[in-house]
């Protein structure tokens, strides 16, 4: 395993630090069809260029000042949770000709969208979008309830040029997550008790094996303990950051 540490900007959830642009880090990935950014604005947040497109995966107002980024072309939403789903940080990015994917919880607050459930397939804007169950296996609310039941949420494989990136949403280590193949970089949550445990984002890892990993919307879990758990393991770079 590879470990490089990536220093991202201040993103504390207590004391809100909202951030613009020009404040967030940006990695960049090769493709056979040109460059693909990802922009890494806090807890699930996240913002994709590729092709003079702009994809927003779950944005929300507290991590970001969405007036100063561009307007989306595509946006993903994963759940109906108020950090991935905000209205006020939706209608800032979105226009009158943004594509809007989202799972059926979400399709009660946003109108003009498509639905896309659990294990199915569409292409938008020339990228290819799988939509992988997002759920809870162990972690409950204290009257029982999972705190992400299945069929719920979504997280999302994005193919872009043959790059194939998955942001698994809110989630555990599902057996649909672990059936996953060639994927070149994974957002794994790790935010206790909602998401993942340490040992729970190094099993899935192990299982479908993603050249790049980064733990996101970690809170306050260790991420050092990620990195501990897959020191051994070879062909997985994980990339420590501050999306809490």
């Given at each position: 395993m590879k470990f490089r540490l990536a220093v991202m900007a201040a993103m504390g959830l207590g004391a809100t630090a909202v951030m613009g642009q020009d404040a967030c880090v940006t990695d960049a990935f090769e493709t056979s069809a040109g460059e693909l950014k990802i922009t890494f604005l806090g807890h699930g947040s996240l913002m994709m260029a590729f092709g003079g497109k702009i994809i927003h995966v779950d944005p929300w107002s507290r991590v970001a000042d969405y007036t100063k980024f561009p307007k989306a072309d595509l946006v993903l939403l994963t759940h109906d949770h108020y950090d991935h789903l905000d209205p006020?940080?939706?209608?800032?990015?979105r226009t009158a000709g943004t594509r809007v994917?989202?799972?059926p919880a979400c399709a009660r607050q946003v109108t003009g969208g498509t639905v896309m459930t659990n294990g199915e397939t569409r292409t938008e804007l020339g990228i290819q979008v799988e939509a992988v169950a997002a759920y809870n296996l162990v972690h409950r609310r204290e009257d029982g309830q999972l705190y992400h039941p299945k069929g719920e949420?979504?997280?999302?494989?994005?193919t872009f040029a043959g790059k194939r990136i998955y942001v698994a949403g809110d989630t555990e280590n599902t057996p649909e997550m672990k059936a996953l193949s060639k994927i070149d970089c994974a957002?794994?949550?790790?935010?206790?008790?909602?998401?993942m445990t340490p040992e729970m984002v190094a099993d899935a890892a192990r299982a479908f094996r993603p050249k790049i990993l980064y733990p996101y919307h970690h809170m306050g879990t260790n991420q050092t303990e990620l990195v501990a758990l897959l020191k051994d393991t070879p062909g997985i770079e994980v990339r420590i950051n501050k999306m809490k």
């Open positions: 006020v940080a939706l209608r800032s990015v994917i989202l799972p949420g979504n997280g999302y494989v994005l957002f794994l949550p790790m935010n206790l008790p909602y998401t």
